[in-house]
C-alpha cells in the first residue's frame, strides 16, 4: 500500500505559475512509477504527465508540453508538477497516482486504468 496526499493547488491568473507536489508513504517511493491525472467539471480524467521510477522518462499530454515539468525526488518520497504560463483550461482538481514500477521500455504509464494508488486531489483555478 501507499498513501498519496497532493498540495500546491490554488487560485491564480493567467500566465501564472504553481506547483504541485505529491508526497508518498508506505513504500519504498522509487518502486512506483507516478502520473499527474486532472480532472474538470463535466470532463473526463486526463491524463497530464507520467514519470517512471527514476525520473528520467516522461510523458506529456500534447497541451501542457513546454508549460509543465514532470519531476521527482526519490529521497524525498515527492513527485512534482511546476506548471508555468497557465491558462483558464487547466482549470480541474489534479490527482497523483501511483503504480508499481516496471525496469523496460520507457516506464512510464499514461492510461489511468493503469495506476493503483490515488490522492485525494487538489483544485487548480486559473482566472482569465
Known amino acids: 500500500q501507499v498513501q498519496l496526499v497532493e498540495s500546491g493547488g490554488g487560485l491564480v491568473q493567467a500566465g501564472a505559475s504553481l506547483r504541485l507536489s505529491c508526497a508518498a508513504s508506505?513504500?519504498?517511493?522509487?518502486?512506483?512509477?507516478m502520473g499527474w491525472f486532472r480532472q474538470a467539471p463535466g470532463k473526463e480524467r486526463e491524463t497530464v504527465a507520467a514519470?517512471?521510477?527514476?525520473?528520467?522518462?516522461?510523458y506529456y499530454t500534447d497541451s501542457v508540453k513546454g508549460r509543465f515539468t514532470i519531476s521527482r525526488d526519490n529521497t524525498k518520497n515527492t513527485v512534482y508538477l511546476q506548471m508555468s504560463s497557465l491558462k483558464p483550461e487547466d482549470t480541474a482538481v489534479y490527482y497523483c497516482?501511483?503504480?508499481?514500477?516496471?525496469?523496460?521500455?520507457?516506464?512510464?504509464?499514461?492510461?489511468?486504468?493503469?495506476?493503483?494508488?490515488w490522492g485525494q486531489g487538489t483544485q487548480v483555478t486559473v482566472s482569465a
Open positions: 497516482a501511483a503504480r508499481d514500477a516496471v525496469y523496460t521500455g520507457t516506464g512510464y504509464f499514461t492510461d489511468f486504468a493503469e495506476y493503483n494508488y
Open positions: 508506505g513504500r519504498t517511493f522509487s518502486r512506483f512509477a
Open positions: 514519470v517512471n521510477w527514476s525520473g528520467g522518462s516522461t
